[in-house]
């Protein structure tokens, strides 16, 4: 038996066949199906990237359910009772709030000076992730006005001495642990004047240093916002708004905890400011520029190296001259916390209720130590 064989193209049998060309154009896809499968895949920038491209894109990134889903699932401390009711009142709500907070800021206004419209309080909302994962989540409520928080060193810590917060993180006991941290972990410290709808991000989003302490063993994570404050050769003309996340606990290979979580502002002298000082920065970042020239941790890092870098170049000068006044403020601190406690021995002794304290036992010292 014999086979005819024929190529399967043959001229004979060869046909050709155009398809007609497929529309590429937006307005061929149904704008529900844009919205619901294609934009809620974005991420903040990508969504701004998006609106940028055509009007059609624009009113469909403009849906505020979009940007509410985006600012929760990058910031989940704003799916809180106030910080909802707070973007609520803002003119784009969500998409306002993003393009607010998730920037860094990049200036201030020139001279800075004291007369400034203080806000009444300052809100603190807080996320840490380890491996984009959320791992702690908080907000926090300070009220400014009173003497006390005016004239006290400014701090505000998201955490009480006696909490601490589980978390995934390993502890190896080892600088492996410090090298992990400093590229698992990112913090966003979105801090919030309610009265007139302000916001500004204070953190580098990754560490900017990672340290173990030598005696405890807890690990420091670093995370910073370098300000152009105060007047040129000032030691406020670049200050450091420093975000310190403590973490500790476990034993070698278990979990750590995070043990602290904190905010204060330093000066070029490394002098911290006061609470009226910090809210005169706080107050003119809330008007500054925001944007960013490339990622924000590596521009955050940068700043901060710029930061120390001055620090080092005002010491050495400072040095030079014959006088230091970061290390006068240190001694003057050191002198007052010395003299506060010879007041407060001196009050215990001379109280009427001394005498009876110790003679009281235990318990009488713990009259004493509660009074």
């Not at 996320?127 to 994962?133: G, L, V």
């Not at 990622?295 to 700043?303: A, L, V």
């Amino acid at each position: 038996m014999s086979f005819s064989q024929q190529p399967p193209f043959s001229s004979s049998t060869a046909t050709t066949t155009l398809e007609p060309p497929i529309a590429t154009s937006l307005s061929t896809i149904h704008p529900d199906i844009l919205q619901s499968h294609v934009l809620t895949r974005l991420d903040g920038l990508s969504l701004f990237s998006a609106a940028c491209t055509s009007t059609e894109l624009n009113s469909l990134a403009s849906h505020r359910d979009l940007w509410t889903n985006i600012c929760h699932s990058t910031w989940p401390s704003t799916n809180t009772p106030r910080i909802r009711e707070i973007i609520s009142r803002l003119p784009n709500g969500s998409r306002s709030f993003f393009s607010e907070s998730f920037p860094l800021t990049t200036g201030l206004r020139a001279n800075l000076q004291r007369n400034y419209d203080y806000p009444s309080e300052l809100i603190s909302a807080v996320d840490i992730h380890y491996k984009n994962k959320p791992i702690f989540s908080k907000v926090v409520e300070t009220e400014t006005s009173s003497a006390w928080f005016l004239c006290s060193p400014f701090r505000i810590d998201m955490l009480d001495p006696k909490d601490t917060c589980r978390t995934p993180i390993p502890n190896s006991g080892t600088e492996e642990t410090c090298h992990d941290l400093a590229g698992d972990l990112s913090l966003s410290w979105i801090l919030i004047d309610p009265t007139r709808l302000r916001s500004m991000n204070l953190s580098s989003h990754k560490p900017v240093s990672v340290q173990r302490h030598w005696l405890s063993g807890e690990v420091h994570a670093r995370f910073a916002t370098v300000l152009a404050a105060g007047e040129r050769g000032s030691a406020s003309e670049c200050v450091q708004c420093g975000i310190v996340v403590t973490c500790g606990g476990g034993a070698q290979g278990g979990e750590m905890d995070v043990r602290g979580v904190s905010l204060q502002v330093e000066d070029m002298d490394g002098v911290f400011l006061d609470g009226e000082g910090s809210l005169g920065i706080f107050s003119a970042g809330f008007e500054g520029k925001k944007g960013m020239s490339g990622s924000r941790e590596i521009e955050g890092r940068k700043r901060y190296e710029m930061f120390l870098g001055r620090k080092r170049e005002r010491k050495g000068e400072e040095v030079e001259k014959g006088r230091d006044p970061g290390h006068a403020v240190r001694v003057f601190r050191g002198h007052g916390f010395f003299l506060s406690r010879v007041i407060s021995l001196a009050e215990i002794n001379f109280s009427p209720n001394f005498s009876r304290a110790v003679k009281g036992g235990e318990g009488g010292d713990q009259k004493s130590n509660s009074k």
